[in-house]
């Protein structure tokens, strides 16, 4: 069992919270994952690691709820614990396998967007703790949905903030202020770190191929089962097939078949989120035509 020791809401149905789970904490690296099961009958969540502390032995996780597993996870509460908190998993990010002076050749952009910011987090803390640079933007449709951004303001050289109804920052979305600040700006980049939902990566991916900055992204968001067994997180880069959980989840975000990992993900979001349905309307005798039992 795996205690809760701090729980937060970072907005209405974003929480953070941070786990008591001491060797998980000492062999955590940015840009990898953790598998959280709430009971001995829960799913498998794969989340991605929000932050670590090796001292006091907890691992920091932020999730949306946006299914019936994280839905339940939500309700916990300080003190009480989950089931399994297995990791870490995957592959670090590709950041940690360079020198420092290698590190600081590199002009790094982040672009994250929505829950994407969490992951994000522990690679521009990574990079502050050895004293590189890196600039990082995060969007979201409204300044009521930023998380994290107090958090990034201290580890970022420079934060940019977008909102598509312009209530923060600059009006419109993250790939748009890449976009300015590249060509009106006149920033230069040569790395860009993309992680968010799959669409926003899609076409981030192709802001950054126009521009001609190299791109890694990230795709913890099709994961389901986090071993590669249910094939989910099937997907293809450069004509290949890969894994997320198991060859990732980072990626060349410029060789990724965007709309086939799209296809896949709403596949497997169907039972998922009649679950929710279930969970949440089992005394309104399924007024929402979510097929009920089925």
């Known amino acids: 069992m795996y205690k809760i020791v701090s729980k937060r809401y970072l907005t209405d149905n974003i929480i953070y919270m941070d786990i008591l789970a001491p060797r998980v904490a000492k062999a955590c690296k940015p840009g990898q994952f953790v598998i959280v099961i709430n009971d001995e009958k829960g799913e498998r969540i794969p989340l991605t690691v929000t932050d670590y502390d090796p001292v006091a032995g907890t691992v920091a996780i932020v999730f949306q709820t946006v299914g019936k597993s994280t839905y339940d996870l939500a309700k916990y509460e300080v003190g009480d614990s989950v089931e399994s908190f297995v990791g870490p998993l995957g592959r670090p990010s590709d950041l940690c396998d360079l020198t420092v002076d290698e590190l600081k050749q590199k002009k790094i952009i982040f672009v994250c967007g929505g829950v994407g910011t969490a992951p994000v ?89 126009e521009l001609g900055i190299p791109t ?75 097929g009920g039992d089925k």
């Not at 975000?253 to 679950?275: C, L, P, S, V």
């Open 216 to 290: 890694v992204v990230s795709l913890n968001p099709i994961m389901v089962d986090g071993t590669g067994m249910c094939g989910a997180c099937r997907v293809t880069v450069g004509g290949e097939v890969k894994f997320a959980c198991v060859d990732g989840p980072e990626f060349d975000g410029h060789k990724i078949n965007y709309d086939e990992a799209m296809r896949r993900q709403t596949m497997y979001k169907t039972e998922e989120g009649r679950a929710m349905l279930k969970e949440q309307e089992k005394n309104d005798n399924h007024k929402c035509g979510c």
């Open 121 to 209: 987090y522990p690679q521009v803390k990574y990079l502050h703790s050895l004293g590189v640079d890196c600039d990082v933007i995060i969007g979201a449709r409204s300044e009521s949905l930023l998380i994290l951004t107090e958090q990034m303001e201290k580890v970022a050289t420079n934060l940019y903030i977008a909102t598509d109804d312009g209530t923060k920052g600059f009006k419109g979305n993250g790939s748009a202020l890449l976009n300015k600040l590249v060509k009106e700006d006149g920033k230069e980049y040569n790395h860009a770190v993309v992680i968010g939902p799959m669409i926003m990566m899609k076409f981030t991916s192709m802001t950054t191929k």
